[in-house]
């Protein structure tokens, strides 16, 4: 169980850089993960990494139960995701979550959106949106 969530995780972060692109302006002290990394701070990278472990819950819950979670205290042991991840508190992020008729809205929304500090989207199609200006949604542009 512990190399399926290992690989788990390698899986996530393998995948948030394979979203990233060239094109960044990160804080002047942030140091990015690789030269595909599409965070701009330490905490943008701490959000969309939280974001892809609750991504793969999702998926892996779907797969056992074949309807989402009402919450996110509903994805606790599917893949890496703990009891402590349930908690919408993340520090610099606050996260979202809302159970809807055909999947789920994920969002993880700064106090004070900044160009450091960018609001996140995720639903079942796995598409990333960022926002810069204000909450992400599923209209907002995909975060490349």
Avoid: C, W
């Avoid at 990015?32 to 990278?45: G, L, M």
């Avoid at 701490?46 to 009402?70: F, G, I, Q, S």
């Avoid at 809205?105 to 995720?122: C, E, G, K, S």
């Avoid at 199609?125 to 599923?138: H, I, K, L, W």
């Amino acid at each position: 169980m512990k190399k399926l969530a290992l690989l788990t995780l390698t899986l996530l972060f393998a995948l948030l850089f394979a979203l990233a692109t060239a094109a960044q302006t990160p804080s002047p002290g942030y140091q990015p993960k690789s030269k595909n990394d599409p965070a701009h701070s330490q905490d943008e990278f701490t959000a969309l990494a939280y974001m892809h472990t609750a991504v793969t819950a999702e998926k892996l819950y779907y797969r056992k139960h074949n309807r989402y979670p009402d919450s996110l205290l509903g994805l606790v042991g599917s893949g890496s995701f703990t009891r402590r991840m349930a908690n919408p508190d993340r520090g610099a992020y606050k996260v979202g979550y809302r159970l809807r008729p055909d999947g789920y809205a994920l969002t993880m929304t700064p106090p004070a959106i900044d160009p450091n500090h960018r609001a996140f989207y995720v639903d079942e199609s796995g598409q990333f949106r960022v926002n810069e200006t204000a909450q992400a949604t599923d209209k907002s542009a995909p975060l490349k």
